[in-house]
């Protein structure tokens, strides 16, 4: 039996499980394509805010033929301006406790990645694309905005002009194309996408805590700050970083011969 601790409660449209060290969640909601409806959107800010403290990576993937078809445009109609405010606060605050969440996250991406489906997985920190895989924002072409972070995380992954382009004309970018402009990291073929992200996952999960915590947390704020606060920031985590016992432990190894090299893979 294992002794990992239990993930917290989801609605049914989420579904996950441990996996030793990871956590792997799972949007399974594939009928209606992985829309992302408020309970969705509710259950990934629970998730994330609840994660047992031994788990050290998550895997994000989605059910069925495509990773999520973006907002329920469904729910849309339903609002009026003040309420569609805060649901668009919902989604930032449900994206960003998994962006700066206690463990990194990998996204498995296949089929449609699209509007608010983007917007999940650019929150992520890893992103691994099948084949099959195809990014797009049709907001433009449905009257609407983005408003799960796209505006401030896509600029700063793909460029403004890019973005801009997806939005204004409905360009679509295949699994190539989406990996030479920095959508993904990763490309994989088509069925291969959720062992690769599990693979991912499970070296990150090797690494020492406190440098997960310095890539996941300083390094995106680091990289937003003026250089000198940058580089005091950085001399700051680093030596919080290597005067852990953990460091201190792995350095050590390394140097009594116990530790493998970096060798080209
Ligand atoms: C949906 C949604 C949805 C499917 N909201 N119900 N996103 C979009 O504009 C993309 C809209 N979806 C599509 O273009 C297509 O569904 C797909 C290309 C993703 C998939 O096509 P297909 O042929 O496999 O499926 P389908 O027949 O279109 O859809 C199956 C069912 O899912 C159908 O419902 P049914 O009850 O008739 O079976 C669809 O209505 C339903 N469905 N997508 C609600 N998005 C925080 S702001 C973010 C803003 C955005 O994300 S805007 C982008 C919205």
């Given at each position: ?21 990871l956590a ?9 394509r ?29 059910e ?11 729910e ?45 997985a ?23 905005y ?10 700063r992954?793909i ?13 679509t ?30 070296r990150?999960a090797?690494n ?6 310095a890539?996941?947390?300083a ?8 250089p000198?606060s ?8 680093s ?7 953990e ?7 390394f ?11």
């Amino acid at each position: 039996m294992s002794s990992a601790a239990s993930l917290p409660d989801l609605p049914s449209s989420l579904r996950a499980e441990r996996q030793g060290a990871l956590a792997v969640l799972r949007l399974a909601r594939p009928e209606k394509r992985n829309a992302l409806d408020d309970t969705m959107v509710r259950g990934v800010e629970s998730f994330f805010s609840g994660l047992p403290s031994d788990v050290r990576a998550v895997v994000v993937h989605g059910e069925g033929e495509h990773f999520s078809a973006g907002l329920d445009l469904s729910e849309l109609t339903r609002r009026d301006m003040a309420e569609s405010i805060a649901h668009s606060r919902m989604w930032h605050r449900a994206f960003q406790a998994m962006e700066f969440g206690p463990a990194p996250v990998v996204c498995v991406l296949h089929g449609a990645v699209v509007g608010g489906g983007l917007e999940l997985a650019a929150a992520t920190h890893v992103r691994v694309a099948e084949r099959s895989a195809y990014y797009a924002l049709p907001e433009g072409s449905r009257g609407i905005y983005v408003g799960g972070g796209a505006s401030v995380r896509l600029p700063r992954l793909i460029g403004t002009a890019r973005m801009m382009d997806m939005m204004l004309t409905g360009r679509t970018y295949d699994a190539d194309e989406g990996q030479a402009i920095g959508l993904s990291q990763y490309l994989v073929d088509a069925g291969a996408g959720l062992a690769k992200g599990i693979e991912l996952a499970r070296r990150i999960a090797e690494n020492a805590p406190l440098t997960n915590f310095a890539v996941t947390q300083a390094l995106p704020r680091i990289a937003e700050q003026d250089p000198a606060s940058g580089y005091l920031m950085e001399s700051l985590m680093s030596a919080i970083a290597s005067g852990d016992a953990e460091a201190q432990k792995r350095l050590k190894d390394f140097l009594e011969k116990r530790a493998p090299k970096t060798a080209r893979h």
